[in-house]
């Protein structure tokens, strides 16, 4: 199974999806782009009665003033005219022939309102048209005196306004309404985001950093800010009267242990007794250990540390053990990103585990195994026994505070605390951990932590 990387303090947690940002934005935008295309429909279903009337109203005029002019000049002047009206104002008159090729005028609503208005306002006859033997244009049918004539002039005079303007205008509305939608997404969004990285650096023990503004102007908003404020203000609390037991708990009991141990050497005298005894206390100041451990604080410092260093630090407490022997196969450049003292802390306990519950049934000695592998940009370190393992049911319980297994319970040592000790480590370390059973026996545990880059040979880094 592939290592999943905790998060820790290298990035947020992420999912798949669209951010809360991007759906404001486009519910937005279908809202404003829905109302704006209504709108726009609007605005020309009622212009258009009125554009085809006075579309009809002005192509009646021109032919009017055609036809009176044709029907007041003699016919020595009417070529002339026929000649002027051509040239100064583009419109020609030529004579309708029954074999002329004609491509009808628009059939949508708006061409036939303007075409029954010209019938009317010019008697029968009266025809539109788009071409007349293939020559584009506005072209008019009508008569003067029994005699069928066409006026041909530009269309562009009578279109409605379009083409370029419009896509002007769309373009420029759309753009400030999509402009309008990320302002209002963005400004509905903030406080939720100031609230999510608030929260996160809560859940990192970041408490002094984690306070919202309390001076914004919206109740809602400021009744949320001002209750996570007295909350990360009561956790603060908490975690300081936690150091402040913590502290005690450690002056409190081990000096009087310690004091008992002393009396113990001094006043018993029975050899294997005080052996016992002092046994005892150990045990007892191991697991009072153990508690301080797993209820300090996650917060550290991030360093580049040397790996073959720190877990070679590790193993002095082990080298005088006569039931553990660790092999180390580690490259000696790995550097990974961690604190030194909680990365030590993690390698101890799990060489404790392994050598408490890891032994081979047949020597009754845990032969351990340290390896290292680079997985840009991450380095996993496998730490693995060759013991009886565990059940397959029981893996994902070993990391739970006080679980112990089937082989551990019979251990009074045990706390049930080192693996999850372990665990929280790594996760306040950004890495993440992994228990799995090796094929040819034993437990294998293996941990991610991030790789130290050379650019991360710097200041330290706060997690």
């Known amino acids: 199974m592939p290592l999943t990387p905790h998060p820790g303090v290298f990035a947020l947690p992420t999912r798949a999806g669209v951010s809360l940002f991007w759906r404001t934005f486009f519910l937005l935008a279908v809202l404003l782009l829905g109302s704006m295309a209504a709108w726009l429909q609007t605005i020309r279903a009622m212009e258009s009665e009125p554009r085809a009337l006075q579309t009809a109203q002005e192509i009646a005029s021109l032919v009017n003033l055609s036809r009176a002019a044709l029907v007041h000049s003699d016919a020595i002047n009417r070529v002339s005219l026929i000649k002027t009206m051509t040239e100064q104002e583009g419109v020609r008159i030529l004579p309708r022939e029954p074999g002329d090729t004609v491509d009808p005028f628009d059939s949508d609503a708006s061409g036939q309102r303007i075409t029954r208005e010209l019938v009317a306002l010019l008697g029968p006859g009266t025809e539109l048209a788009n071409q007349v033997n293939k020559q584009e244009g506005l072209w008019i049918g009508f008569t003067i005196d029994g005699d069928r004539y066409w006026l041909r002039t530009d269309r562009a005079r009578f279109n409605r306004t379009g083409g370029p303007t419009w896509i002007i205008w769309l373009m420029t509305v759309t753009a400030l309404s999509l402009a309008g939608a990320a302002l209002i997404a963005r400004l509905i969004n903030r406080p939720l985001k100031q609230l999510s990285l608030a929260a996160f650096r809560v859940r990192e023990g970041d408490l002094d950093a984690s306070t919202l503004d309390e001076s914004v102007t919206t109740p809602e908003i400021l009744a949320v800010n001002s209750g996570f404020n007295r909350m990360t203000r009561k956790l603060a609390k908490v975690e300081h009267d936690r150091a402040i037991m913590l502290a005690g708990i450690s ?8 004091r008992l141990r002393l009396e113990t050497e001094l006043s018993v005298a029975d050899p294997q007794a005080r052996g016992h005894m002092a046994s005892d206390i150990a045990q007892i100041d191991a ?3 153990k508690f301080l451990d797993y209820a300090r604080p996650g917060r550290v410092t991030m360093v580049p540390v040397l790996l073959r260093s720190a877990i070679e630090g590790s193993l002095y407490a082990f080298d005088q053990q006569d039931d553990i022997r660790v092999q180390v196969n580690l490259p000696d450049d790995l550097m990974v990103l961690a604190e030194e003292v909680e990365l030590g802390r ?11 519950y890891g032994r081979s049934m047949d020597t009754g000695v845990a032969q351990v195994e340290i390896s290292a592998r680079a997985n840009a940009p991450w380095i996993t370190v496998e730490v693995r026994d060759h013991g009886a393992g565990v059940s397959f049911d029981q893996l994902a319980q070993l990391t739970q505070p006080f679980y112990r297994g089937d082989v551990a319970r019979t251990d009074a040592r045990g706390t049930g605390l080192g693996l999850a000790i372990v665990e929280k480590t790594l996760s306040s370390l950004g890495g993440s951990l992994q228990l799995a059973n090796a094929s040819d026996g034993g437990l294998r545990v293996s941990f991610m932590l991030k790789r130290a880059l050379p650019s991360d040979i710097q200041p330290p880094i706060v997690a």
Do not use: G, K, Q, Y
């Not at 306990?349 to 392994?354: D, R």
């Open 251 to 258: 002056h409190d009991l081990r000096t009087p242990l310690a």
């Open 346 to 356: 993690v390698i101890s306990n799990l060489l404790e585990n392994a050598r408490r």
């Open 287 to 289: 697991i009072i250990e």
